[in-house]
């Protein structure tokens, strides 16, 4: 498939009724399934660019593994994205400047395609808003030495293989506690929680066009 012609698609595809918590819940942490609603008040909200575009000739996304650190997400496989700043007007700019503070990609408005359902995050209370971007193709990037660790290219095709899930054993040094939570294996790179979530329902939007 071109970049115009999955550009074409999910412009159309992400207009309908998403799949929300169908696809949500196959992928959440146990805990995420008891608590997967923002509260009224006290909650944050953050936003995600999901960019497609051409890698080595075939579509891949791109996500950033974050440094380790004393917090939450520490180490995780992430989209670059970050909390809303009180300058952006409007959740999309907090996704266009964030990924390019982290990664160095400026998003053109042209190249967005659609929103995906907002992901509700209960460790760290935010909402999380994902914002998807077709490019043409990806250029070098450059990571963010305090907020990226790796950046990753991974296969589109590859997202819609079943037999990339699996469960990872987490050991949450915060809670000190460890669980079992669903993952995507993408060789050595495992996405599990908040990114998995959205891309499984990503998965759910263009399995009906592959």
Request: aromatic content about 10%.
């Amino acid at each position: 498939m071109t970049t115009d012609a999955i550009r074409k698609f999910l412009s159309e595809a992400l207009k309908d009724e998403l799949p929300g918590d169908l696809a949500h819940d196959e992928m959440s942490p146990p805990k995420r399934l008891k608590n997967k609603r923002p509260p009224a008040t006290g909650y944050k909200e953050a936003a995600v660019a999901v960019v497609i575009g051409l890698h080595q000739e075939e579509l891949h996304f791109s996500v950033i593994q974050r440094p380790t650190y004393d917090g939450a997400h520490s180490g995780q496989i992430a989209f670059p994205g970050g909390k809303k700043d009180p300058s952006d007007a409007h959740l999309v700019e907090t996704a266009c400047r964030e990924c390019f503070e982290e990664i160095g990609l400026a998003l053109d408005a042209v190249y967005h395609v659609g929103k995906l359902s907002p992901v509700y995050i209960p460790v760290s209370g935010f909402e999380l808003h994902p914002f998807v971007y077709v490019i043409d193709a990806f250029p070098s990037l450059i990571p963010d030495e305090r907020e990226v660790e790796e950046i990753y290219f991974l296969p589109l095709i590859k997202l819609l293989d079943e037999g990339n899930k699996g469960l990872i054993t987490i050991e949450h040094q915060p809670s000190n506690t460890v669980f079992d939570a669903p993952c995507f294996h993408f060789g050595s790179v495992q996405i599990w929680g908040a990114t998995a979530i959205v891309l499984n329902e990503l998965k759910y939007v263009l399995r009906n066009r592959f």
